[in-house]
């Protein structure tokens, strides 16, 4: 009935002006359909129910992108039509979930200047690029820091404490050190009770942002188990959670197995190979709500063909995808993949079947008994940005056969989301 009375109401200012102008008109109608309907895609916060996300109670399934650049480019007024044009030709694929940087720590153009100490008019331009999401319908998976010196992350955190005389000895010390686990806890707390100056809503109660993650990618040279990460993620999941409820809550790990199932560690890039996380027991920690993981077979396995680099990439979604569903009980989202322009021999056409071959078998775990909730190609610019381009870029004005897979992806997901819909029972 509200949906009605919107229309109504819509339709009525459509009639009056267009007596007086009907190019004014049009842009007016178009204005106030945008704002309905944004409204009303963001207006209730996506959840899990078991090994799936749901969104007023009905399965959620989506495909999605990474753009971590939107914050840094956004600080700039006019380069801010960059994230909007991004947004538009994303949905009009039919993209509808985006990863992105909502961290900056010291260095060039910081969120965070220094401990407790922020810039405004950077915290405005994540305001925008929140504020861009919700008009065009695109929910937001935010990332709190990272786990490499770029936009400082976690070694700024560490160096921060010593440059005040805190006795640290490396960046492991981010998990463990009380001080710098002050400087984060209350990094978290300033994001999540950020205040958003364009659309009045703070973050924490904001249904655009669908997910926060913790940190990006994760590591731990001091304790390859998984351990020491384990004791963090629990810390500051707990911490999260009671600032904001209503939001689901990722870590940010690629997918690497630790000590607590032994036999796990041979589906590593690398059989045996550790980086301090452990997918299992990381992510069976309550207040996390869903896992993740990332895959660069052409980068973890760079001597090793196409055809052995897609194999180990289905072997990768497929056990991460059964541990999800049979031992987490927690919905997984492919957060990070692609294949690299730099690549010797890439092509367009080899491009485009590498990621026709992972948005199938996305697709297939997401209809063969679901846990499989989407995928988040890495990554996508707008036009203009070269200096920013590490080989994965996608553009998607530009590279119409690549923009064409990635619709048909959003296209099929879509579908059986409507499908899964119809069988609500099984939820």
């Known amino acids: 009935m509200a949906c009605i009375g919107k229309i109504s109401f819509i339709w009525g200012v459509f009639l009056l002006l267009s007596l007086l102008n009907v190019n004014r008109t049009r842009n007016l109608l178009v204005s106030l359909v945008s704002k309905a309907s944004s409204t009303h895609v963001a207006s209730v916060f996506i959840q899990t129910r078991d090994t799936h996300f749901v969104l007023n109670g009905s399965p959620f399934l989506f495909n999605g992108f ?68 919700r008009k065009y319908g695109i929910r937001l998976i935010l990332s709190l820091t990272n786990n490499y010196q770029d936009y400082g992350g976690r070694p700024q955190y560490v160096q921060w404490a010593r440059s005040v005389g805190v006795p640290v000895n490396n960046d492991d010390d981010f998990y463990t050190n009380a001080v710098v686990k002050g400087y984060y806890k ?38 390859y188990s998984g351990k020491t990460i384990n004791v963090w993620v629990q810390e500051m999941g707990s911490y999260v959670k009671s600032i904001d409820n209503k939001h689901l809550l990722g870590i940010g790990m690629d997918g690497f197995y630790g000590d607590s199932i032994q036999d796990r560690k041979q589906y590593n890039p690398i059989p045996g190979y550790q980086v301090g996380t452990d997918f299992i027991s990381n992510n069976l920690i309550k207040e996390i709500d869903f896992a993740t993981i990332h895959a660069y077979a052409d980068a973890w396995l760079p001597e090793q063909n196409d055809s052995s680099q897609m194999a180990f990439i289905q072997r990768w979604l497929t056990i991460h995808w059964t541990d999800s569903r049979t031992i987490l009980k927690k919905p ?3 957060a990070e993949f692609g294949k690299s322009k730099k690549n010797l021999g890439y092509s367009l056409s080899t491009g485009d079947s590498f990621l026709n071959f992972v948005y199938t078998n996305i697709y297939n775990l ?16 707008d036009e203009g940005m070269e200096s920013c381009y590490d080989g994965y870029e996608i553009v998607l004005t530009q590279n119409q056969s690549t923009t064409s897979v990635i619709a048909q992806q959003s296209n099929k997901m879509k579908a059986l989301e409507q499908t899964l819909n119809s069988h609500k029972e099984r939820y």
Not at 192 to 219: F, H, Q, S, V
Not at 372 to 381: D, H, T
Request: proline residues 4%; glycine residues 8%; negative net charge.
């Open 66 to 133: 990474n753009s971590y650049w939107m914050m840094h480019v956004a600080v700039e007024p006019n380069e801010r039509h960059k994230i909007s044009n991004v947004f538009r030709e994303a949905s009009a694929a039919g993209l509808n979930v985006c990863r992105t940087w909502a961290f900056s720590d010291g260095g060039y153009q910081p969120l965070q200047i220094s401990p407790g100490v922020y810039d405004e008019h950077v915290f405005q331009a994540l305001d925008f690029v929140v504020s861009e999401a």
């Open 186 to 223: 209350n990094y978290v707390k300033k994001v999540l009770t950020r205040l958003n100056t364009i659309t009045g809503i703070a973050y924490k109660d904001d249904p655009t942002i669908m997910a926060w993650e913790l940190i990006n990618e994760p590591r731990c040279q001091v304790d």
């Open 366 to 381: 997401a209809r063969n008994g679901g846990t499989m909730g989407g995928g988040l190609v890495w990554q996508i610019f």
């Open 332 to 334: 997984l989202i492919f």
